[in-house]
């Protein structure tokens, strides 16, 4: 890292350093950190793809399935023969679709999502717990389309408001945003990627306690995304929470079955969590 940073003083604009010390200090669990750089390395060239990739992979891991898709939509539009010109690292092509295939399930598209994972399903053949998980969507997709009952929520209008919202916070308009969410979820109560935006308002506002109750709460709402456990132990690492931060992104990685980074960092906190657990368990052999 120390002669990435130096690198980046000697050439400032250049993507690839940006890149690199970004995914360093996603590696490390400095998310914000990384995110930064991404967003350089891009600014720099929008046409970086591996850039476009990692940041949607981080933005999933915070929760964020409607950014990791439309990161993963510009990757899919650069021509490969560029990135091999500028010699960046390449993207693999079964890892886009497999984050595509999940965020358009997260965002409840799921013709998309089915079609995403049988892209996936032609690159890796024979994975049979991915063909259950294609045919458990279809039937759910299949029951929705023959469901007459009406809804009870105003779910596309809840959507909109949800879109609206996201705008506002990337032109850094949050109390616009945060209007936006809150009517999304008035709309539709069950609407958890707004109430995970709410959470990241909150975040930005460095209200972290607050952010923590809201992101359990989305948690409550979607238990199966992996993500929002990986995005909970970082904000307790935020908090120097190391311990239990550490058991959220074991918690991510007994439903995602491996760690997005190098898992040293991770496997440090829960070296932690023993340390304070041996040493609790001497205290209290000893009577304290």
């Not at 021509?79 to 690292?89: D, F, H």
């Not at 032109?171 to 109430?195: C, I, V, Y």
Request: net charge negative.
């Amino acid at each position: 890292m120390e002669k990435l940073k130096e690198a980046e003083k000697i050439l400032p604009n250049n993507p690839l350093i940006h890149y690199y010390i970004g995914y360093i200090a996603c590696a490390n669990g400095e998310l914000d950190n990384g995110e930064v750089e991404y967003r350089l390395a891009l600014m720099y060239d929008p046409k970086m793809a591996k850039a476009h990739y990692e940041l949607g992979k981080l933005r999933y891991l915070r929760g964020d399935p409607d950014r990791c898709l439309s990161e993963m939509f510009e990757v899919e539009k650069i021509n490969p023969s560029y990135t091999e010109l500028k010699k960046y690292p390449n993207v693999d092509l079964i890892k886009i679709k497999q984050y595509e295939a999940k965020a358009y399930e997260l965002t409840d598209d799921l013709l998309n999502a089915i079609e995403a994972y049988k892209s996936v399903q032609a690159m890796r053949k024979n994975d049979k717990e991915l063909a259950k998980h294609i045919t458990k969507i279809d039937k759910e997709l299949r029951t929705q389309a023959h469901s007459h009952k009406k809804e009870a929520y105003d779910i596309k209008g809840s959507v909109e408001a949800l879109q609206k919202g996201l705008k506002a916070t990337d032109n850094n308009h949050l109390t616009d945003a945060q209007s936006d969410f809150a009517r999304a979820l008035e709309l539709w109560p069950l609407n958890f990627r707004a109430k995970q935006q709410l959470g990241f308002i909150e975040e930005i506002n460095q209200h972290l306690d607050l952010a923590l109750s809201t992101y359990d709460k989305v948690i409550e709402m979607k238990p199966d995304y992996d993500g929002l456990y990986y995005n909970k132990g970082y904000i307790l690492e935020k908090q120097n929470l190391l311990a239990e931060a550490g058991l959220e992104y074991q918690k991510f990685h007994e439903l995602a079955h491996k760690y997005p980074y190098d898992p040293k960092h991770v496997v440090s906190l829960q070296q932690e969590d023993a340390r304070i657990r041996a040493r609790a368990q001497q205290l209290k052999e000893r009577g304290y």
